[in-house]
């Protein structure tokens, strides 16, 4: 099993960054699909990007894409997520979660979740 802990959430300006990390536990996440979702109060979590297995692809959503960037550490055992050009409208509970499924987007497929952090975009 992987134990995933996120860190790095706060409070922003809009139009500033922020890099969130993962620190996995338990098992190497060289071999799972790891993930980054996000949930806003009274929305339902939502996909943000993943990095599937070593020396994979990483896929992101529309919303996101030119602005976050997700990275993995594997000598580590870390993903960490670069936010830039944040907006009001990123303000979330953001997870970490992995998988052994090889590619999905899906969160009913991932089997291991962290406990979220708040990031929270002023406008």
């Known amino acids: 099993q992987v134990q995933l802990v996120e860190s790095g959430g706060g409070l922003v300006q809009a139009g500033g960054s922020l890099r969130l990390a993962c620190a996995a536990s338990?098992?190497?996440?060289?071999?799972?699909?790891m993930a980054w979702f996000r949930q806003a109060p009274g929305k339902e979590r939502e996909f943000v990007t993943c990095?599937?297995?070593?020396?994979?692809?990483?896929y992101y959503s529309t919303v996101v894409k030119d602005r976050f960037i997700m990275s993995r550490d594997n000598a580590n055992n870390t993903v960490y997520l670069q936010m830039s050009s944040l907006k009001p409208e990123d303000t979330a509970v953001y997870f970490c979660?992995?998988?052994?499924?090889?590619?999905?987007?899906?969160?009913?497929?991932?089997?291991?979740w962290g406990q979220g952090t708040q990031v929270t975009v002023s406008s």
């Open positions: 979660a992995a998988t052994t499924t090889y590619y999905t987007r899906s969160a009913h497929e991932f089997d291991y």
């Open positions: 338990g098992e190497s996440i060289g071999t799972y699909l």
């Open positions: 990095s599937v297995r070593s020396g994979g692809a990483t």
